[in-house]
């Protein structure tokens, strides 16, 4: 049966609504949890607000259990579902990048749109040097064009390269995520009660 | 909370386990409708690609990379993630008007820096991130969350190379927050 589109039982001409109305659930989502606040995503590397982590990773065990659920029971095909390509130096040399302007930013390009939805300043910022920051990598793009395609893996999951089955990495993350929850509670409460100004 | 604190009482957001259930819940549903997750920064990409071929076509086209993302018969507008990304902006305008946090432009920063300072920092943050993207093939809701959740070894090395860098330079950004 699914995925839907790909497999023709929604008609594509619905593509973009779909989009436009899965995207207003994405903001709705983002902005009600408190990710429109630079103050608050920059508090998950400070320790005095690890909303952040509360969210990304239930949303993360959240999908990753239900699409093994959706498997099973035979809504969908693991196999049919995109799986992003490893480009491995590539992708942990962009992941340091933007780990820097993570916490020099205080936002991620996600979030920064629901920033500007309710009037941040600081996320037009943001949004801004994203723009610039494309930018100046297309206009660069020869430099690195080698260094881009390199460690090409092709589209492999975790089960790929490991064996380990799919659901094995599930338990793995929740039971890591259950423990993050309940020990950066403390961490919080004990960081929180040393700040001076905590401003929203 | 002692009396010498100044927080302002914190906005009314929801609870984050239900934030993530529910952001999880649409993860899944995106998945299972059009076969892929979540993006944001391909809509940015998008927006560089079109303003760049609107400007300079001969110069866009010879691009190597941004000539990927040209086709004859459609704006590289036209994409599905320009769309989701337009449908972030209203849902965040949406949950803003019904938590009454729609309000005029104001800047969020730590107590120690300038407006100006934060504002310089946002565009440089934001630079990096874009560029990071790209090698990344995705962002936070694209590679880290959407690939991650799909099982695929490229979001978890990004998911881990974004969190890990964040802890191991907090500490030398720390006067921008705390």
Known sequence: MGPLIPNGVIGGGWDFVIAILLGVAFGFILEASGFSSSRNLAGVFYGYNFVVLRVFFTALIVAMVGLLYFDYVGWISLSQIFILPTFLGPMIVGGVIMGVG???????????????AIGKLDAVFFAIGLYVGIFGFSLAFPLFENFFTSGNLGNVTLTDLTGIPAPVFAVVFTVVALAAFWGTMFIEKRVRKNMKQYKF | MSSEQTNIQEPKYINPYLGGVLLGLLVLATVFITGRGLGASGAVKSAVVTTSNTIAP???????????????????????????????????????????????FRIDKGPQISNKKRLILALIGGALFGLGSQF???????????????????????????????????????KFWI
């Not at chain 1, 936002?107 to 920033?115: I, K, Q």
């Not at chain 2, 990927?68 to 036209?78: E, R, T, V, Y």
């Not at chain 2, 979001?155 to 969190?163: A, D, K, R």
Request: aromatic share 14%; with cysteine; proline share 2%.
């Open chain 2, 136 to 174: 990344g093939r995705g962002c936070t809701s694209g590679a880290a969350l959407s690939g991650t959740a799909t099982f695929a070894l490229g979001g978890v090395i990004v998911m881990f190379s974004i969190f890990g860098t964040g802890y191991l330079v907090a500490y030398f950004f720390r």
């Open chain 2, 58 to 104: 001969k110069a866009t086209e010879a691009n190597a990379y941004m000539c990927q993302f040209l086709s004859d018969g459609h704006s590289p507008m036209n994409t599905w993630l320009v769309f989701e990304s337009l449908g972030l902006l209203l849902g965040g305008i949406l949950s803003g008007i019904v938590f009454g946090r729609m309000k005029k």
């Open chain 1, 102 to 116: 993570f916490v020099l930013g205080g936002f991620c390009p996600g979030t920064s749109f629901t920033g500007i």
